[in-house]
């Protein structure tokens, strides 16, 4: 059994990992933020699982149980690790959303912090504060669940939640593991006496979470399939005459949304459109049956409006967004 759950743990490991050097991977060839902060999330999760070996490597280096200033540290580091992933999480929501409020960055993580310590402080050593110093990350994740519903509920404008709509399976997934996690701690902690030798600490006896393992695999191979495909869109050098279907498909996804934030007319899309595809202005003048000045008039525009200092950077910011 103990090999069993080694194994498991290096699988966790590897699979941490891999995510976050490919949403990194994505990100500097995209600039996506996006990838950016799923990188980092899953960088700190390959922390917060490398703590399990940590306990055990003590215990059986030391042939002792863990002290009592260790567990202070090593609860410490727990709240750095799991903030940290589901911090991550939360920001990515910020941007997605297009939230700007400094507060929203600021204080739910700050709330996590500060409540983990308090528990871990006002609580006694026992049961009780173990349930609650692991469920207050699920705390965490259920009010990044919430706010995503409640923003996709008072959104008005249909591109947006379109745009929202396409996560729905990703949403209802981490809903349902997110309380199966919950379950599994009250099961832990106030339903079964698990002995201590599971994890050489029974204060993190319940920080192997099944639940929450296959819900962070699960985000793993959404993110890990979207960096593959913001890889295989051209970012720097989009196609002269055209883009590939997997590129136009992407910027038909993305271009309402894009547009409707940047307050563009109708014909200010198509144009966008075509120089998302790598026209010049000539191409896009013959194709749309303008005179060449027209053309040059909604490209400044767009310019504008955007606050881009040319077409590239427009480019780049497009696919951001994306």
């Given amino acids: 059994m103990e090999l069993a759950l080694f194994y498991y743990t290096l699988l966790m490991l590897l699979v941490s990992i891999l995510v976050a050097a490919v949403c990194l991977s994505s990100y500097l060839v995209s600039r996506k933020k996006t990838m950016l902060f799923l990188s980092i999330a899953f960088a700190f999760y390959f922390f917060d699982i490398s703590l399990v070996f940590q306990d055990e490597f003590i215990v059986r280096s030391s042939g002792d149980a863990l002290t009592s200033g260790y567990l202070v540290v090593r609860s410490l580091a727990s709240v750095l690790t799991g903030g940290g992933f589901i911090t991550a999480f939360w920001v990515l929501l910020c941007d997605y959303l297009d939230e700007t409020r400094r507060a929203m960055f600021v204080v739910p993580p700050t709330l996590f912090a500060i409540t983990s310590v308090a528990v871990l402080v006002l609580l006694p050593d026992g049961d009780v504060q173990r349930f609650w110093f692991w469920s207050i990350r699920q705390f965490y994740m259920y009010w990044i669940l919430l706010y ?137 003048a013959s194709e749309m049956s303008l005179a060449l000045s027209t053309v040059k008039v909604h490209v400044h525009n767009i310019l504008k409006k955007t606050g881009d200092a040319n077409r590239q950077e427009l480019i780049r910011n497009f696919w951001k967004m994306s």
């Fill in 148 to 284: 995503a519903g409640y923003s996709f509920l008072r959104q008005k404008d249909e591109a947006e939640r379109a745009r929202m709509w396409r996560h729905r399976g990703l949403y209802a997934a981490a809903w349902v593991l997110g309380l199966v996690v919950l379950a599994e701690d009250a099961a832990s902690f106030l339903v079964m006496d698990l002995p201590s030798v599971n994890l050489g600490s029974i204060v993190f006896s319940a920080e192997r979470s099944y639940a929450e393992n296959l819900l962070m695999l699960v985000i793993g191979v959404a993110a890990v399939r979207n960096a593959v495909r913001m890889l295989s869109l051209r970012f720097e050098r989009p196609p002269a005459q055209g883009g590939s279907k997997h590129q136009e498909q992407q910027i038909v996804e993305s271009l309402n949304v894009f547009a409707t934030r940047h307050k563009l007319s109708q014909r200010e899309r198509e144009v966008l459109y075509l120089i998302l595809l790598g026209k010049d202005n000539q191409n896009i």
